[in-house]
């Protein structure tokens, strides 16, 4: 793609990936394969490029992710330590537990970077893919937290209220995922043939929905506790003429590989860095689409 780069206010999303593996081996997770070879990992590398992203978009979110954000605390903490608080900062994790390193001593990571950590999301699923810490010890961690759920093929609807029950006795709200690797923009917003989006419906109050091109949230409240419905494409650059005909590569998310090579999507395009220094910002274009989403 050569053609020149927007992106909304404040700046595309960086995606970590942490140069370190997990001990998962989770049906749906894309990103396995490229832990095989952990050869030319580099935190200093990956630090150099937070630095380029914070220098260009000093606004913009940071997610890590990976493998496991958790397996190696120093890492992490020096990944954290590159980023400016003018940014929010989110991680995708197990939370897990591992080897060297127990509940509470990644309960006082939490305590010691709950001023840089905006929200830990956690994956738990219905069906159980990963050693799960116990529900009581997420309980306890000090950011704000969110359950990420995967409901992947052949879920257990039966499960989904007694799922929610488990953690809404902790107040935690719960994003309930489809498998992106199956959306197109032609099911993105398709709804009368979206099975989740029907056992959702059916079990659940339905509040409203919001999106943009890339992604939406259908959100739900059970009780006293709020859901989300979430759905994106693979992919997070869409190719848009504008009013004036000036075609643009819109970018959502910006990767930061585990070599610190820059990405501009997720499938394999390098961004370029230079270009992106002169970005055309347009403001985010998340919108409610229906109902009333105030809570």
């Not at 496991?68 to 995708?92: C, K, W």
């Not at 529900?135 to 039966?158: E, F, G, K, M, Q």
């Not at 959100?219 to 075609?247: A, C, Q, R, W």
Request: some cysteine; proline content about 5%; charged content about 25%.
């Amino acid at each position: 793609m050569s053609n020149p780069y927007k992106t909304r206010a404040g700046g595309a999303t960086v995606t970590v990936f942490v140069p370190y593996d997990c001990r998962n081996n989770c049906p749906f997770c894309v990103n396995k394969q490229e832990y095989r070879d952990c050869s030319g990992f580099s935190v200093e590398k990956i630090i150099e490029s937070i630095h380029v992203m914070d220098e260009i978009t000093p606004r913009c979110d940071f997610v890590f992710t990976g493998g496991e954000p958790f397996a190696n605390l120093g890492d992490l903490q020096r990944m954290l330590d590159a980023i400016p608080t003018s940014h929010n900062v989110y991680i995708n994790t197990t939370f897990p537990v591992q080897p060297g390193c127990d509940a509470e001593e990644m309960i006082a990571f939490t305590e010691r970077n709950k001023d840089k950590i905006s929200c830990i999301n956690i994956s738990r699923h219905l069906q159980k893919y990963v050693e799960e810490s116990p529900d009581d010890v997420i309980s306890r961690i000090a950011t704000p937290t969110r359950i990420n759920c995967v409901l992947y093929r052949h879920y257990p609807t039966d499960k989904l209220k007694d799922f929610v029950e488990r953690f809404r006795k902790f107040g935690i709200p719960i994003q309930f995922r489809y498998d992106y690797t199956e959306t197109t923009p032609d099911n993105l917003y398709e709804e009368d043939h979206d099975r989740i989006l029907q056992d959702l419906r059916s079990q659940f109050t339905y509040m409203g929905l919001d999106g943009c091109r890339m992604r939406n949230g259908f959100h739900f409240l059970y009780k006293d506790l709020h859901m989300t419905y979430h759905k994106t494409l693979p992919y997070s650059t869409i190719v848009e003429t504008d009013e004036n005909g000036v075609t643009y590569d819109i970018l959502y998310d910006i990767l930061i590989k585990q070599n610190g090579e820059l990405h501009s999507d997720w499938t394999g395009v390098k961004l370029d860095v230079e270009k992106y220094r002169n970005v055309t910002f347009e403001p985010y274009d998340l919108h409610v689409i229906n109902g009333v989403i105030d809570f």
